[in-house]
């Protein structure tokens, strides 16, 4: 493989051609730099520059929200956390449910038809449009047994799972308001504290059937609902963002 | 830079003489390390295909929890990494420094060996561990905690002469700018290794920083460890090939500063929005664009010095995985850039465009210019030439178009990726519908591998003949020959 003892001038002729053949090893030279890449690197450190500023949140080990310092009240989503202000407390639980509505609409469906013979549909629902006491109660605790929407008979089995527990009583106060006022449907808004209200009345575990909600029908959960379109349900105001 | 005054022609068959005999006492342990470097690589890459396909086909090759993706894939990085990465970049520092230095390897070459072997052996050890289950989980640093103080004690027996070499080394101007490099590599290696792995097993309740230690550590290995390697290496073939001085010793200075200097405090961007003090995300993603300097510079240097050269590319097989790689930093850096930025980082944050830097920087770049390196190192130390043309070109164009498939593809899918997730209008979309719709990317993920572990068995095979003694007998070096070779240097002037 390669000579034993230390080479000589003879066995670098024949082991160590590649030694010979080599360049000596070159000093650099000191050309001057093209000015155009030093431009092209200070736009780099600007460029870099501007991942600190009020990123860095004050240097403070308590932040790590890059755009605390950043208008929007430190809420990195489009417009900033203080987006919905600009909102009326109406069409703001009109958007809000509209995206929690995700979870209804598996069996619903999107457009609140529900499915023939499956799931009840919510439009022109008087469940949904009755008194917000049922609603809130079904939701809240789940429903199960035969009913009848719309004059369509529904008994799907296992019924309804109850929602209360899975989401917080403004979630849901937003779904049942965006639900009130979707699809051709018109009816109050229903506020978190209406939610609330019945929550702290009600802790049972569950479902409710229709027999036992009779009671409920008509009546509305009592409680102050911002002025403005859900107050009153006008017909102009809730058709606009229910088209979204 | 030997100073008795003599005839030119004794003069060089001195000087001849001399460095056939650094060459010969450094040939053990490094031709060891390329060896077993490259074993492990082809190990890699095949264990890189597998894990591409069962990202796809959960099913591929059965249920068995050995080869699942969550198992071959550390296992594929941490061949990768340790198996190859560290282990070529050693003997490249190795026979580099003592080259340049003008030092034999005086002693100590047993223990060199020895902590070769030992390296190995954990490795393995590791890996089988991996592949058993018994995972950290800690990307890049998957092997259990055992593996870690063995391997840093293998690093610091071959460190050690290194630097003492360089000690040593009388300077001549110009000495510094391949061998600052290696130098550098010696000393951040461990500093880098100790203190994520002292910080990550040793530090109970980190928490969330523990994530951005990793993802710290990660980056520090590749921009302090594979890329001073790499940037190294270039610097030291491409003057030697071509004839041709660097271009500037002001810029290769400058660029080796601010890389010193910047390196170590990028990483933390990675979770960028988490739950880390904002200002180290916002110094992580600052210093990964101001990584561009050094990297630009760097670039801009090698430019001028082969401005007008590149034909030599076409027959020196080193120079031309040399300049492939070379031609890869600067991409890794662009890439690096985008990951980090807050405005694309958004995007591309916890998708497959982290990939596509890691690759792109240990294989693309990294890997690449120690393939160069071993061209050139290799014949030296065993006494033969390169066998075949076919292989070289084979391994070179193979591996070129399989690590340029992967980054580009996963820059395309991690763009596409996190565009999706930050869609808006995706709000209803589940998880696993943008798995889904990345299927197609991982899929040339995995023919890309299937081309790189192709090239890696021709190169495997080339350099198991050559280390057994097997290679060509004669005095001309083996080159790529082109048509157009009679324009470009003489002949002598390659390999």
Partial sequence: MSASAHPDSTDLDRLHSAVKREKADLAPESQPAPLWAMFLLMLVAIIAGGQLGPMTGGWSFDVSNPFALISGGGDPRPGGGGAGDALDPFALAMKKGASGYSVCGGCHQGNGGGLPGQFPPLTKSEYVLGGTERLIRIVQHGLTGPVTVNGQSFNTPGGMQPFGGAMSSQDLANVLTFIRNSWGNEATMITKEMVQKVRDEEKRASQWTIAELLPYAEKNVPGEIPAGPGATAAPAAAAAPAAK | ?495
């Fill in chain 2, 1 to 495: 830079m030997q100073t008795t005054p003599s005839t030119p022609d004794t003069d060089l068959q001195a000087d001849n003489l001399r460095r056939a005999a650094i060459d010969k006492s450094v040939k053990v342990p490094v031709l060891f390390l390329f060896t077993n470097g490259a074993f492990w690589l082809m190990l890699s890459t095949i264990l890189g295909v597998l894990a591409a396909i069962k990202l796809v086909e959960p099913e591929f090759l059965g249920n068995c929890q050995y080869i699942s993706y969550g198992r071959l894939q550390p296992a594929h990085i941490n061949a990768l990494v340790y198996g190859w990465g560290v282990q070529a970049a050693l003997g490249v520092m190795l026979w580099i420094m003592a080259r340049r230095s003008g030092q034999e390897l005086k002693s100590g070459k047993s223990l060199l060996l020895v902590a070769a072997i030992f390296w190995n052996i954990t490795i393995t050890f590791g890996i089988l561990a991996v592949v058993m289950g018994k995972s950290t989980s800690i990307e890049w640093l998957e092997m259990p905690k055992f593996v870690w103080p063995i391997l840093l004690g293998c690093f610091l027996c071959y460190a050690w002469p290194i630097v003492r070499m360089f000690g040593r080394a009388f300077r001549p101007e110009g000495f510094m700018v391949s061998t600052w490099y290696i130098l550098g590599a010696c000393f951040w290696f461990p500093w880098i290794f100790i203190t994520a792995n002292v910080a990550l097993h040793c530090l109970p309740g980190l928490g969330a920083l523990g994530a951005g230690i990793d993802a710290w550590y990660i980056h520090g290995v590749i921009m302090l460890f594979f890329v001073p390697v790499g940037v190294g290496a270039a610097y030291y073939f491409i003057p030697k090939i071509t004839g041709q001085p660097i271009a500037s010793a002001q810029l290769a200075s400058a660029g080796f500063w601010t890389l010193a200097i910047l390196g170590g405090w990028t990483g933390m961007q990675k979770y960028m929005g988490g739950p880390l003090p904002a200002w180290m995300t916002s110094i992580g993603a600052a210093t990964g664009v101001l990584l561009l300097i050094p990297v630009g510079l760097v670039g801009l240097n090698h430019h001028l010095t082969t401005l007008g050269k590149h034909s030599a590319a076409a027959s020196s097989p080193t120079l031309r995985f040399v300049f492939f790689g070379a031609l890869f930093y600067p991409v890794s850096g662009v890439i690096l850039a985008l990951n980090s930025a807050f405005w694309t980082g958004a995007s591309l944050q916890f998708t497959q465009s982290w990939y596509a830097f890691q690759m792109v920087s240990v294989y693309g770049f990294f890997s690449m210019c120690v393939f160069g390196a071993i061209y050139y190192i290799v014949p030296r130390l065993s006494g033969c030439e390169w066998l075949s043309v076919r292989l070289i070109r084979n391994h070179f164009w193979f591996s070129v178009y399989g690590v340029g498939t992967i980054v580009i593809m996963s820059l395309v899918a991690g763009w596409q990726q996190g565009a999706d997730l930050n869609d808006p209008e995706h709000w209803d979309q589940t998880f696993m519908n943008h798995v889904v719709n990345s299927r197609a990317y991982v899929v040339s993920r995995a023919v890309a591998w299937a081309l790189i572990s192709f090239s890696n068995l021709m190169f495997l095979i080339h350099l198991l003949l050559m280390v057994l003694g097997l290679g060509r007998r004669s005095s001309a070096p083996t080159l790529l020959h082109h048509e157009h070779d009679e324009t470009a240097l003489p002949h002598g002037a390659h390999a």
